[in-house]
Protein backbone atom coordinates (compact mmCIF):
# COMPACT_ATOMS: atom_id res chain seq x y z
CA UNK A 1 0.00 0.00 0.00
CA UNK A 2 2.30 2.82 -1.46
CA UNK A 3 -0.89 5.58 -0.98
CA UNK A 4 -0.35 7.41 2.43
CA UNK A 5 -3.86 8.51 2.62
CA UNK A 6 -4.95 4.79 2.14
CA UNK A 7 -3.00 3.93 5.26
CA UNK A 8 -4.22 6.98 7.23
CA UNK A 9 -7.52 5.73 6.72
CA UNK A 10 -7.18 2.02 7.83
CA UNK A 11 -5.61 3.45 10.58
CA UNK A 12 -8.96 5.77 11.36
CA UNK A 13 -10.65 2.78 10.35
CA UNK A 14 -8.50 0.21 12.98
CA UNK A 15 -8.53 3.04 16.02
CA UNK A 16 -12.58 3.80 15.79
CA UNK A 17 -13.09 0.35 15.22
CA UNK A 18 -10.93 -0.93 18.23
CA UNK A 19 -12.25 1.79 20.83
CA UNK A 20 -16.00 1.15 19.59
CA UNK A 21 -15.71 -2.42 20.21
CA UNK A 22 -14.13 -2.08 23.38
CA UNK A 23 -16.90 0.66 24.21
CA UNK A 24 -19.79 -1.51 23.07
CA UNK A 25 -18.55 -4.68 25.40
CA UNK A 26 -18.40 -2.11 27.95
CA UNK A 27 -21.51 -0.42 27.30
CA UNK A 28 -20.02 3.30 26.82
CA UNK A 29 -20.50 3.22 22.38
CA UNK A 30 -21.24 7.12 22.48
CA UNK A 31 -18.45 8.31 25.68
CA UNK A 32 -15.74 5.79 23.42
CA UNK A 33 -16.65 7.48 20.17
CA UNK A 34 -16.12 10.67 21.70
CA UNK A 35 -13.12 9.77 23.04
CA UNK A 36 -11.53 8.22 20.17
CA UNK A 37 -12.67 11.37 18.15
CA UNK A 38 -10.74 13.44 20.48
CA UNK A 39 -7.31 11.80 20.81
CA UNK A 40 -7.60 11.96 17.17
CA UNK A 41 -8.31 15.58 16.87
CA UNK A 42 -5.72 15.84 19.75
CA UNK A 43 -2.82 14.05 17.67
CA UNK A 44 -3.75 17.00 14.63
CA UNK A 45 -3.02 19.61 16.86
CA UNK A 46 -0.31 18.40 18.38
CA UNK A 47 1.61 17.32 15.08
CA UNK A 48 -0.09 21.39 13.88
CA UNK A 49 2.09 22.70 16.83
CA UNK A 50 5.21 20.91 16.17
CA UNK A 51 5.21 21.95 12.86
CA UNK A 52 4.54 25.71 13.52
CA UNK A 53 7.20 25.66 16.00
CA UNK A 54 9.84 23.64 13.60
CA UNK A 55 8.58 26.96 11.04
CA UNK A 56 9.77 29.12 13.77
CA UNK A 57 13.21 27.60 13.94
CA UNK A 58 13.21 26.12 10.66
CA UNK A 59 16.95 27.10 9.72
CA UNK A 60 18.55 25.36 12.12
CA UNK A 61 16.83 22.25 12.48
CA UNK A 62 15.21 19.09 10.35
CA UNK A 63 11.37 18.94 10.55
CA UNK A 64 9.75 16.83 13.49
CA UNK A 65 9.30 13.05 13.14
CA UNK A 66 5.65 12.00 12.99
CA UNK A 67 3.67 8.57 12.26
CA UNK A 68 1.36 8.68 9.73
CA UNK A 69 0.08 10.92 7.21
CA UNK A 70 2.27 13.85 9.40
CA UNK A 71 5.53 11.83 9.26
CA UNK A 72 4.78 12.18 4.86
CA UNK A 73 3.80 16.04 4.83
CA UNK A 74 7.10 16.60 7.06
CA UNK A 75 9.12 14.44 4.73
CA UNK A 76 7.75 16.19 2.15
CA UNK A 77 8.86 19.80 3.07
CA UNK A 78 12.18 17.97 4.27
CA UNK A 79 12.31 17.41 0.53
CA UNK A 80 11.78 20.67 -0.37
CA UNK A 81 14.00 22.55 2.47
CA UNK A 82 16.97 20.69 1.40
CA UNK A 83 16.38 21.37 -2.71
CA UNK A 84 15.93 24.73 -2.13
CA UNK A 85 19.18 25.12 0.00
CA UNK A 86 20.94 23.64 -2.83
CA UNK A 87 19.24 25.93 -5.20
CA UNK A 88 20.32 28.60 -2.62
CA UNK A 89 23.71 27.83 -2.67
CA UNK A 90 24.18 27.20 -6.01
CA UNK A 91 23.16 30.22 -7.01
CA UNK A 92 25.22 32.10 -4.24
CA UNK A 93 28.08 30.47 -6.06
CA UNK A 94 27.12 31.99 -9.31
CA UNK A 95 26.27 35.17 -8.40
CA UNK A 96 30.26 35.32 -6.28
CA UNK A 97 31.58 33.90 -9.41
CA UNK A 98 29.68 36.59 -11.91
CA UNK A 99 30.70 39.42 -8.98
CA UNK A 100 34.66 38.13 -8.86
CA UNK A 101 34.85 38.41 -12.57
CA UNK A 102 32.89 41.83 -12.81
CA UNK A 103 34.91 43.05 -10.16
CA UNK A 104 38.13 41.87 -11.65
CA UNK A 105 37.05 43.53 -15.39
CA UNK A 106 39.99 46.62 -16.26
CA UNK A 107 36.31 47.85 -17.51
CA UNK A 108 34.32 50.18 -14.50
CA UNK A 109 31.02 48.77 -14.18
CA UNK A 110 28.31 49.99 -12.46
CA UNK A 111 24.63 48.44 -12.23
CA UNK A 112 21.49 51.14 -11.93
CA UNK A 113 17.99 50.82 -10.86
CA UNK A 114 15.32 52.25 -13.21
CA UNK A 115 15.77 55.73 -11.74
CA UNK A 116 19.91 55.74 -12.19
CA UNK A 117 20.31 55.12 -8.38
CA UNK A 118 23.73 53.07 -8.00
CA UNK A 119 23.26 49.86 -6.57
CA UNK A 120 26.61 47.68 -7.00
CA UNK A 121 29.97 48.99 -8.89
CA UNK A 122 33.22 46.75 -9.25
CA UNK A 123 36.88 47.61 -8.73
CA UNK A 124 37.15 49.92 -11.51
CA UNK A 125 34.71 51.76 -11.29
CA UNK A 126 36.44 53.21 -8.06
CA UNK A 127 39.06 54.06 -10.31
CA UNK A 128 37.39 55.19 -13.26
CA UNK A 129 34.85 57.56 -12.32
CA UNK A 130 35.94 57.77 -8.22
CA UNK A 131 32.36 56.20 -6.61
CA UNK A 132 33.28 55.43 -2.94
CA UNK A 133 31.88 52.01 -1.71
CA UNK A 134 29.51 52.62 1.27
CA UNK A 135 28.31 56.68 1.06
CA UNK A 136 27.75 56.18 -3.18
CA UNK A 137 25.47 53.15 -3.02
CA UNK A 138 21.80 54.59 -3.75
CA UNK A 139 23.08 57.65 -4.90
CA UNK A 140 21.89 58.66 -8.64
CA UNK A 141 24.54 58.47 -11.15
CA UNK A 142 24.41 61.59 -12.61
CA UNK A 143 25.00 63.36 -9.35
CA UNK A 144 28.39 61.57 -9.03
CA UNK A 145 29.44 62.21 -12.65
CA UNK A 146 28.84 65.73 -13.08
CA UNK A 147 28.83 66.52 -16.97
CA UNK A 148 26.26 67.79 -19.19
CA UNK A 149 26.91 65.55 -22.09
CA UNK A 150 26.63 62.43 -19.54
CA UNK A 151 23.32 63.53 -17.98
CA UNK A 152 21.73 64.28 -21.59
CA UNK A 153 23.15 60.91 -22.93
CA UNK A 154 21.14 58.82 -19.37
CA UNK A 155 18.00 61.63 -19.70
CA UNK A 156 17.70 60.71 -23.96
CA UNK A 157 17.69 56.81 -23.18
CA UNK A 158 18.62 56.31 -26.70
CA UNK A 159 21.87 53.80 -26.21
CA UNK A 160 22.87 52.56 -29.45
CA UNK A 161 25.72 54.50 -29.44
CA UNK A 162 28.35 54.86 -27.00
CA UNK A 163 29.23 57.76 -25.07
CA UNK A 164 32.83 59.30 -25.68
CA UNK A 165 33.81 61.79 -23.28
CA UNK A 166 37.12 63.03 -21.22
CA UNK A 167 37.32 61.03 -17.99
CA UNK A 168 35.36 63.10 -14.69
CA UNK A 169 38.86 62.86 -12.89
CA UNK A 170 41.59 62.76 -15.55
CA UNK A 171 41.59 65.53 -18.48
CA UNK A 172 44.24 63.77 -20.54
CA UNK A 173 41.78 60.41 -20.11
CA UNK A 174 38.79 59.22 -22.51
CA UNK A 175 36.48 57.07 -21.55
CA UNK A 176 33.54 55.13 -23.78
CA UNK A 177 30.36 55.25 -21.41
CA UNK A 178 27.71 52.29 -23.05
CA UNK A 179 24.46 51.47 -20.84
CA UNK A 180 23.09 48.00 -21.46
CA UNK A 181 19.32 47.69 -20.20
CA UNK A 182 18.52 44.89 -18.70
CA UNK A 183 16.41 42.80 -16.34
CA UNK A 184 13.50 44.26 -14.66
CA UNK A 185 14.45 47.98 -15.97
CA UNK A 186 18.16 47.86 -15.04
CA UNK A 187 20.97 49.62 -16.62
CA UNK A 188 24.26 48.11 -16.76
CA UNK A 189 27.07 50.80 -17.25
CA UNK A 190 30.39 49.85 -18.67
CA UNK A 191 33.03 52.57 -18.55
CA UNK A 192 36.10 51.72 -21.05
CA UNK A 193 39.44 53.47 -21.12
CA UNK A 194 39.49 54.64 -24.73
CA UNK A 195 42.60 56.94 -23.91
CA UNK A 196 45.19 54.92 -26.58
CA UNK A 197 42.78 54.77 -29.52
CA UNK A 198 41.95 58.46 -28.79
CA UNK A 199 45.36 59.16 -28.75
CA UNK A 200 45.83 57.38 -32.10
CA UNK A 201 43.11 58.65 -34.07
CA UNK A 202 44.53 62.27 -32.46
CA UNK A 203 47.55 61.25 -34.32
CA UNK A 204 46.14 60.34 -37.61
CA UNK A 205 44.31 63.12 -37.57
CA UNK A 206 46.89 65.73 -36.78
CA UNK A 207 49.16 64.08 -39.22
CA UNK A 208 46.70 64.62 -42.09
CA UNK A 209 45.94 68.33 -41.06
CA UNK A 210 49.89 69.18 -40.78
CA UNK A 211 50.29 67.46 -44.06
CA UNK A 212 47.93 69.61 -45.47
CA UNK A 213 48.72 72.56 -43.61
CA UNK A 214 52.41 71.84 -45.04
CA UNK A 215 51.35 71.42 -48.68
CA UNK A 216 49.39 74.85 -48.72
CA UNK A 217 52.30 77.04 -49.16
CA UNK A 218 53.62 75.49 -51.75
CA UNK A 219 50.53 74.86 -53.56
CA UNK A 220 49.88 79.06 -53.11
CA UNK A 221 53.58 79.34 -54.79
CA UNK A 222 52.74 77.47 -57.47
CA UNK A 223 49.52 78.30 -58.47
CA UNK A 224 50.56 81.86 -58.54
CA UNK A 225 53.43 81.27 -60.54
CA UNK A 226 50.65 79.27 -63.07
CA UNK A 227 48.73 82.56 -63.21
CA UNK A 228 51.75 85.02 -63.73
CA UNK A 229 52.61 82.80 -66.59
CA UNK A 230 49.36 82.42 -67.99
CA UNK A 231 48.93 86.41 -67.50
CA UNK A 232 51.97 87.48 -68.95
CA UNK A 233 53.81 84.49 -70.47
CA UNK A 234 52.65 86.48 -74.15
CA UNK A 235 53.85 84.65 -77.79
CA UNK A 236 56.68 82.75 -75.90
CA UNK A 237 54.45 80.77 -74.06
CA UNK A 238 52.12 80.18 -76.32
CA UNK A 239 53.15 76.37 -77.13
CA UNK A 240 52.45 75.78 -73.43
CA UNK A 241 49.18 77.23 -72.85
CA UNK A 242 47.27 73.77 -72.92
CA UNK A 243 50.04 72.31 -70.60
CA UNK A 244 49.40 75.62 -68.12
CA UNK A 245 46.08 75.08 -68.18
CA UNK A 246 46.42 71.77 -67.00
CA UNK A 247 48.56 72.38 -64.44
CA UNK A 248 46.47 75.43 -63.27
CA UNK A 249 43.32 73.02 -63.25
CA UNK A 250 45.06 70.13 -61.09
CA UNK A 251 46.67 73.06 -58.64
CA UNK A 252 42.94 74.31 -58.02
CA UNK A 253 42.07 70.61 -57.26
CA UNK A 254 44.83 69.91 -55.25
CA UNK A 255 43.82 73.08 -53.12
CA UNK A 256 40.36 72.32 -53.08
CA UNK A 257 41.52 68.75 -51.78
CA UNK A 258 43.96 70.72 -49.03
CA UNK A 259 40.87 72.54 -47.64
CA UNK A 260 38.25 69.75 -47.64
CA UNK A 261 41.09 67.86 -45.28
CA UNK A 262 41.31 70.43 -43.44
CA UNK A 263 38.28 71.33 -42.76
CA UNK A 264 37.50 67.67 -41.88
CA UNK A 265 40.38 67.60 -39.59
CA UNK A 266 38.68 70.83 -37.55
CA UNK A 267 35.57 69.41 -37.92
CA UNK A 268 37.06 66.52 -35.57
CA UNK A 269 38.84 68.32 -33.46
CA UNK A 270 36.42 70.66 -32.30
CA UNK A 271 34.32 71.09 -29.13
CA UNK A 272 30.49 69.94 -30.49
CA UNK A 273 29.69 72.25 -26.98
CA UNK A 274 30.95 75.56 -29.24
CA UNK A 275 27.69 75.12 -31.50
CA UNK A 276 25.89 77.72 -29.80
CA UNK A 277 25.26 80.76 -32.13
CA UNK A 278 22.26 81.46 -33.72
CA UNK A 279 22.51 81.23 -37.57
CA UNK A 280 20.32 82.89 -40.23
CA UNK A 281 19.42 79.55 -42.48
CA UNK A 282 17.57 81.41 -44.69
CA UNK A 283 20.32 84.20 -45.60
CA UNK A 284 22.86 81.25 -45.86
CA UNK A 285 20.38 79.88 -48.61
CA UNK A 286 19.64 82.57 -50.71
CA UNK A 287 23.68 82.90 -50.81
CA UNK A 288 24.57 79.05 -51.70
CA UNK A 289 21.06 79.79 -54.43
CA UNK A 290 23.43 82.48 -55.86
CA UNK A 291 26.46 79.84 -55.89
CA UNK A 292 25.05 77.07 -57.32
CA UNK A 293 23.57 79.55 -60.19
CA UNK A 294 27.12 80.79 -61.00
CA UNK A 295 28.24 77.51 -60.92
CA UNK A 296 25.70 76.08 -63.17
CA UNK A 297 26.24 79.30 -65.57
CA UNK A 298 25.27 78.48 -69.30
CA UNK A 299 24.18 74.62 -68.16
CA UNK A 300 21.17 76.57 -67.17
CA UNK A 301 19.75 74.28 -64.46
CA UNK A 302 16.28 75.41 -62.81
CA UNK A 303 17.08 75.68 -59.52
CA UNK A 304 13.80 76.74 -57.14
CA UNK A 305 14.39 77.92 -53.71
CA UNK A 306 11.68 77.37 -50.86
CA UNK A 307 12.26 78.91 -47.59
CA UNK A 308 10.62 79.30 -44.41
CA UNK A 309 12.36 82.52 -43.36
CA UNK A 310 10.99 81.91 -39.70
CA UNK A 311 13.41 79.28 -39.18
CA UNK A 312 16.68 79.56 -37.90
CA UNK A 313 18.70 77.26 -36.39
CA UNK A 314 21.03 76.81 -33.02
CA UNK A 315 24.64 75.60 -34.24
CA UNK A 316 27.84 76.79 -36.68
CA UNK A 317 26.97 79.21 -39.37
CA UNK A 318 30.19 78.17 -41.07
CA UNK A 319 29.71 74.02 -41.09
CA UNK A 320 26.32 74.28 -42.08
CA UNK A 321 26.93 76.88 -45.00
CA UNK A 322 29.64 74.45 -45.91
CA UNK A 323 27.26 71.46 -45.41
CA UNK A 324 24.15 72.74 -47.22
CA UNK A 325 26.63 74.22 -50.14
CA UNK A 326 28.26 70.57 -50.88
CA UNK A 327 25.01 69.00 -51.25
CA UNK A 328 23.59 72.28 -53.97
CA UNK A 329 27.21 71.80 -55.79
CA UNK A 330 26.60 68.22 -56.35
CA UNK A 331 22.93 68.53 -57.06
CA UNK A 332 24.01 70.94 -59.83
CA UNK A 333 27.23 68.63 -61.07
CA UNK A 334 25.25 65.44 -61.25
CA UNK A 335 21.80 66.95 -63.08
CA UNK A 336 22.42 67.19 -66.86
CA UNK A 337 21.89 71.07 -67.91
CA UNK A 338 18.35 72.52 -67.89
CA UNK A 339 17.54 70.04 -65.24
CA UNK A 340 15.32 71.16 -62.29
CA UNK A 341 17.01 70.91 -58.83
CA UNK A 342 14.45 71.82 -55.89
CA UNK A 343 15.65 73.27 -52.15
CA UNK A 344 13.47 73.59 -49.35
CA UNK A 345 13.92 74.70 -45.78
CA UNK A 346 10.93 73.65 -43.94
CA UNK A 347 9.93 72.13 -40.56
CA UNK A 348 7.26 69.80 -38.92
CA UNK A 349 6.35 68.75 -36.03
CA UNK A 350 9.22 67.81 -35.12
CA UNK A 351 12.00 68.55 -37.35
CA UNK A 352 13.93 70.76 -39.44
CA UNK A 353 14.77 69.83 -42.54
CA UNK A 354 17.15 70.98 -45.70
CA UNK A 355 15.71 69.05 -48.62
CA UNK A 356 18.25 69.41 -52.07
CA UNK A 357 16.27 67.65 -54.82
CA UNK A 358 17.54 67.18 -58.42
CA UNK A 359 16.52 65.14 -61.97
CA UNK A 360 20.26 64.14 -62.21
CA UNK A 361 21.63 60.75 -62.69
CA UNK A 362 20.53 59.10 -59.57
CA UNK A 363 22.34 56.47 -57.18
CA UNK A 364 22.22 53.19 -57.34
CA UNK A 365 21.37 51.41 -54.25
CA UNK A 366 23.82 49.80 -53.02
CA UNK A 367 26.24 52.96 -52.93
CA UNK A 368 23.85 55.01 -50.33
CA UNK A 369 24.93 54.01 -47.43
CA UNK A 370 27.90 54.16 -48.18
CA UNK A 371 28.14 57.76 -50.12
CA UNK A 372 29.80 59.45 -46.69
CA UNK A 373 32.77 57.79 -46.93
CA UNK A 374 35.94 59.35 -47.13
CA UNK A 375 37.03 59.36 -50.90
CA UNK A 376 33.83 57.29 -51.70
CA UNK A 377 32.85 57.94 -55.46
CA UNK A 378 30.45 56.24 -57.70
CA UNK A 379 32.23 57.67 -60.60
CA UNK A 380 35.62 58.55 -59.89
CA UNK A 381 36.21 60.50 -63.64
CA UNK A 382 33.05 62.47 -63.48
CA UNK A 383 34.00 63.35 -59.87
CA UNK A 384 37.35 64.44 -61.18
CA UNK A 385 36.05 65.63 -64.45
CA UNK A 386 34.10 68.73 -62.37
CA UNK A 387 37.09 69.05 -59.56
CA UNK A 388 35.27 67.05 -56.86
CA UNK A 389 37.26 66.27 -53.98
CA UNK A 390 35.69 62.78 -52.90
CA UNK A 391 34.80 64.34 -49.35
CA UNK A 392 31.96 66.24 -49.67
CA UNK A 393 29.36 64.00 -48.30
CA UNK A 394 32.03 63.20 -45.53
CA UNK A 395 31.66 66.75 -44.40
CA UNK A 396 28.20 67.06 -44.78
CA UNK A 397 28.01 64.20 -42.21
CA UNK A 398 30.42 65.08 -40.39
CA UNK A 399 28.66 68.72 -39.51
CA UNK A 400 25.09 66.92 -39.33
CA UNK A 401 26.59 64.66 -36.50
CA UNK A 402 28.24 67.77 -34.49
CA UNK A 403 24.51 69.14 -35.12
CA UNK A 404 23.04 65.39 -33.62
CA UNK A 405 21.16 65.84 -37.10
CA UNK A 406 21.16 62.99 -39.91
CA UNK A 407 21.50 62.57 -43.49
CA UNK A 408 18.68 61.08 -45.71
CA UNK A 409 19.21 59.76 -49.08
CA UNK A 410 16.45 58.72 -51.37
CA UNK A 411 17.90 57.89 -54.61
CA UNK A 412 16.59 56.36 -58.32
CA UNK A 413 18.86 55.94 -60.97
CA UNK A 414 18.08 57.80 -63.92
CA UNK A 415 15.30 59.96 -62.28
CA UNK A 416 17.07 61.66 -59.76
CA UNK A 417 17.83 61.84 -55.50
CA UNK A 418 17.03 64.06 -52.57
CA UNK A 419 19.54 64.55 -49.60
CA UNK A 420 17.58 65.79 -46.56
CA UNK A 421 19.46 66.98 -43.51
CA UNK A 422 17.21 66.63 -41.00
CA UNK A 423 17.57 68.44 -37.05
CA UNK A 424 15.92 67.97 -34.21
CA UNK A 425 13.34 70.64 -33.20
CA UNK A 426 15.67 71.68 -30.31
CA UNK A 427 17.63 73.08 -32.09
CA UNK A 428 15.29 75.65 -33.92
CA UNK A 429 14.82 79.09 -33.15
CA UNK A 430 11.87 80.61 -34.42
CA UNK A 431 12.08 84.22 -36.24
CA UNK A 432 8.95 86.78 -36.05
CA UNK A 433 9.02 87.51 -40.05
CA UNK A 434 7.73 84.26 -41.29
CA UNK A 435 7.25 83.82 -45.58
CA UNK A 436 8.69 82.43 -48.01
CA UNK A 437 11.42 83.42 -50.01
P1 LIG B 1 32.52 64.38 -54.94
O1 LIG B 1 33.53 65.42 -54.66
O2 LIG B 1 33.05 63.24 -55.73
O3 LIG B 1 31.23 64.94 -55.45
P2 LIG B 1 31.05 63.77 -52.53
O4 LIG B 1 31.49 63.23 -51.23
O5 LIG B 1 30.38 65.12 -52.55
O6 LIG B 1 32.27 63.74 -53.50
O7 LIG B 1 30.04 62.74 -53.17
C1 LIG B 1 30.41 61.36 -53.20
C2 LIG B 1 29.80 60.68 -54.39
O8 LIG B 1 28.38 60.64 -54.24
C3 LIG B 1 30.03 61.40 -55.69
O9 LIG B 1 31.25 61.02 -56.26
C4 LIG B 1 28.85 60.95 -56.53
O10 LIG B 1 29.14 59.70 -57.13
C5 LIG B 1 27.74 60.73 -55.50
N1 LIG B 1 26.79 61.85 -55.46
C6 LIG B 1 26.80 62.87 -54.59
N2 LIG B 1 25.75 63.71 -54.81
C7 LIG B 1 25.06 63.19 -55.84
C8 LIG B 1 23.85 63.56 -56.55
N3 LIG B 1 23.16 64.66 -56.21
N4 LIG B 1 23.44 62.77 -57.55
C9 LIG B 1 24.13 61.65 -57.88
N5 LIG B 1 25.27 61.24 -57.26
C10 LIG B 1 25.73 61.98 -56.25
Not at 100 to 109: L, Q, R
Not at 132 to 160: T, W, Y
Request: glycine content about 6%; overall charge positive; charged content about 25%.
Amino acid sequence: MSNPWIRELWRIAALFGGVLFIGWLLGVPHGAFTLALMAYLGWHLYNLYRLERWYYRRKKTEPPNAAGIWGEAFEHIYQMQRSNRRRKKKLATILSRFKESTAAMPDATVVLTEDDQIEWFNKAAKRYLGLQSKQDVGQRIDNLIRHSRFSEFLAKGDFSEPLEMVSPLDAQRYFAFRVVPYGNQQKLLVVRDISRIKRLERMRSDFVANVSHELRTPLTVLSGYLENMMDDGGSELAPWDKCLHQMQGQSQRMTRLVDDLLMLSRLEDEEKAALRDPVAVPAILSAVLDDARALSGTRAHQISLEVDASIWLRGSEKELASAFSNLVFNAVEYTPGNGSIALRWYRNDEHVCFEVKDAGIGIAAQHVHRLTERFYRIDAGRSREHGGTGLGLAIVKHVLDRHDARLEITSQPGSGSVFRCVFDNKLLIKQKSAGSA
